[in-house]
């Protein structure tokens, strides 16, 4: 660009401390960090109790971590003037209202720049403790503070929320404690077709008083607005929904259904295989080795993998695995089906047939399968609401997942939560992400602008 012009080197408005109220006078550059000597900009002579003009007194040194440049720590020694009035002798320091809050130890700039890393860009407070040059205790407490102003408690995140779905997850693999959270989303973008699902909440506890008391928190006019809840075969969670949504419809989602039918798929192998060698599978036994491919639609077998699932049925001993394994197979069909009508019949067809009279008394397996969905058809059938769109996007059915999915920045989540000892504190990082949105895309528009 031969027209290009360049203003005068200014390192306040390069640190942007000018947006602080700030003016660099001095920088000392070490081997683990930058020191930047700073002022404040403007007087402040007047007396905040009787308006009378004050003298300056002294001068303390206050300071502030600000943002990392090249992940260097970047600390401001900020000169405060003190002043003394004339008239009352009161005595009061110069207003650093904008470039910190009173006793905080980052700048404001500093704070914004802790909450995108965390919520954006998925760093550790740990690492965003160790850029700032602060501790952990320090970063941490900063960044809630921040995000439950920004983020948590802005009521704008549960708008246009239409479609929720509720699922339990295991937080804590320890002996102690409460293991479980109830995990909240919102199912519309899917459904519409629009984006990721987003995670709205997530509550300790896995229990029908802990859903209650999460959608009983809820506005009644945000309440009326939910048309479809998605959930798995506990009962609890059904009830609480039918309490404080009565005019939602509870669905049993997808994942749930055909994993009802693969566990009898499973428990059928398991029975043949003690009654034909009386002892648990081996490496070498054939329906061991089928337990994975089992569990792969048909129409995603290799040639090698059908020749081998033909030797396997070819037994009269496995006949009984092979009709389970037609009904897992058909199972998953209704959810594929771009008509949704049809996809219904074939459920309620799979149903009916599972508990007439034709199915013979020693599959047992597929007779409890027919009475669980038999009895949850209240929820496994009622799809002509969901549309082609609420059906499960996979490939495989041993790699499926949710209908809904967890959504990416869920697993980062879990992988951030390693190292936390505090539950609370836990917790509240993940109510920032859950405030913040749903997909892994780092994007600052996700974040409101600072004030």
């Not at 700073?38 to 905040?48: A, F, I, L, T």
């Not at 905080?104 to 550790?124: C, D, E, F, Q």
Request: aromatic share 6%; hydrophobic share 35%; net charge positive.
């Amino acid at each position: 660009m031969p027209n290009t012009t360049f203003d005068r080197p200014d390192l306040s408005t390069f640190t942007r401390l000018d947006d602080l109220g700030l003016e660099v006078t001095g920088q000392r550059v070490g081997g683990d960090r930058t020191i930047l000597a700073c002022k404040v900009v403007g007087e402040d002579r007047w007396c905040r109790q009787c308006g009378g003009e004050g003298v300056v007194r002294d001068t303390v040194i206050r300071r502030l971590a600000h943002v990392p440049y090249g992940w260097h720590p970047t600390i401001l020694h900020v000169s405060v003037r003190r002043y003394r009035c004339q008239t009352c002798a009161h005595v009061w320091r110069q207003n650093m209202s904008q470039a910190a809050d009173p006793r905080a130890k980052l700048s404001h700039s500093a704070v914004r720049w802790a909450l995108v890393g965390l919520v954006v860009h998925h760093l550790t407070v740990a690492r965003i403790a160790q850029a700032l040059g602060v501790s952990w205790n320090t970063a941490n407490t900063a960044v809630l503070t921040e995000g439950e102003r920004l983020l948590i408690n802005d009521p704008a995140r549960f708008d246009g929320v239409r479609v929720i779905g509720v699922d339990e997850h295991v937080w804590r693999h320890t002996p102690y404690g409460d293991k479980y959270v109830t995990v909240i989303l919102d199912l519309t973008p899917i459904r519409e077709r629009s984006g990721p699902c987003r995670l709205l909440d997530m509550v300790p506890g896995r229990s029908k008083q802990v859903f209650k008391t999460w959608l009983a928190s809820r506005p009644d006019t945000w309440r009326e607005r939910i048309e479809i809840v998605a959930m798995d075969g506990f009962t609890g969670f059904k009830s609480a929904a039918a309490e404080e949504l009565p005019d939602a419809r509870a669905v049993m989602d997808p994942f749930h259904v055909v994993h009802l039918a693969g566990n009898a798929l499973d428990e059928c192998r398991r029975r043949i295989q003690q009654e034909l060698h009386h002892r648990r599978g081996r490496a070498t036994v054939s329906l061991y080795k089928a337990r994975r491919m089992l569990h792969t639609r048909l129409c995603l077998l290799t040639l090698r993998q059908q020749h081998r699932m033909l030797d396997l049925f070819a037994s009269d001993c496995h006949v009984a695995l092979e009709v389970t394994w037609s009904v897992y197979q058909n199972s998953i069909d209704p959810y594929r089906a771009l008509d949704t009508s049809a996809g219904k019949a074939l459920m309620q067809a799979e149903i009916n047939t599972l508990t007439s009279t034709r199915v013979p008394k020693n599959l047992t397996e597929l007779m409890t399968l027919g009475r669980k969905l038999k009895r949850r058809a209240e929820h496994s059938s009622k799809q002509e609401d969901s549309g082609p769109n609420y059906t499960p996007g996979y490939e495989e059915p041993q790699k499926m997942s949710q209908p809904w999915e967890f959504p990416p920045v869920f697993t980062l989540i879990r992988a951030l939560e390693l190292g936390y000892v505090n539950d609370h504190r836990r917790l509240s990082d993940n109510e920032l992400h859950a405030a913040r949105g749903a997909d892994a895309r780092p994007h600052a528009g996700a974040i409101p602008a600072a004030p």
